[in-house]
Antibody
């Protein structure tokens, strides 16, 4: 059974940093692209970032480009999101999601999702 | 403002059929596959449809997807109260080089 477990969320002041982690199990992690998708309270889904199976291709939403960094450690079956210069508008539930293919770009869908980790940016 | 446009809400009676539309452009729906997700409040999204009209294993054939030009449609037949949820379309946008989602449609089964 595919499992994705996010961690690292919490309350942080504007301008500070936070690192999210996603522990994956139940599938061959290095065969698939992975994504971070967020959902602000009461709002819709917003793609944040994606990374291909071998970290060779990485992409970001314009809203986080230059502030967030996605990475993965295939030896540890883990996905990460380093979030710097956090803003109030980054407050959201952050989901880790597994793509159906090896590349983050293109029409690939996210078949499996974690339960999310909540990030609250407030002074 | 979402790149993909969905109606905010739709409703229908149990047993009936409903369709949810998703409108985009040539840079997204027009030249890329569309996916559909179901999100019951308080839970993570669930993939219902991928590659415009394919269902992952375990998704009943009451759910269907189609695409024409720069629009896509999710159809749900034999509505059940358990189908009450938010539904999102998603695809790749070649101009933005980003995955994009619709704003979501809340389905109410009356």
């Amino acid at each position: 059974e595919v499992q994705l477990v996010e961690s690292g969320g919490g309350l942080v002041q504007p301008g500070r940093s936070l690192r999210l982690s996603c522990a994956a199990s139940g599938f061959t992690f290095d065969d698939y692209a992975m994504h971070w998708v967020r959902q602000a309270p009461g709002k819709g889904l917003e793609w944040v970032s994606g990374i291909s199976w071998n970290s060779g291709n990485i992409g970001y939403a314009d809203s986080v480009k230059g502030r967030f960094t996605i990475s993965r450690d295939n030896a540890k079956n883990s996905l990460y999101l380093q979030m710097n210069s956090l803003r109030a508008e980054d407050t959201a539930l952050y989901y880790c999601a597994k793509d159906i293919g090896p590349y983050y770009y293109g029409s690939g869908s996210s078949q499996h999702w974690g339960q999310g980790t909540l990030v609250t940016v407030s002074s | 403002q979402s790149v993909l446009t969905q109606p905010p809400s739709v409703s229908a009676a149990p047993g009936q059929k409903v369709t949810i539309s998703c409108s985009g452009s040539s840079s997204n729906i027009g030249n890329n596959y569309v996916s559909w997700y179901q999100q019951v409040p308080g839970t993570a999204p669930k993939l219902l449809i991928y590659d415009n009209n394919k269902r992952p294993s375990g998704i009943p054939d009451r759910f269907s997807g189609s695409k024409s030009g720069t629009s896509a449609t999710l159809g749900i037949t034999g509505l059940q109260t358990g189908d009450e949820a938010d539904y999102y379309c998603g695809t790749w946008d070649s101009s933005l080089s980003a995955k994009v989602f619709g704003g979501g449609t809340k389905l109410t089964v009356l």
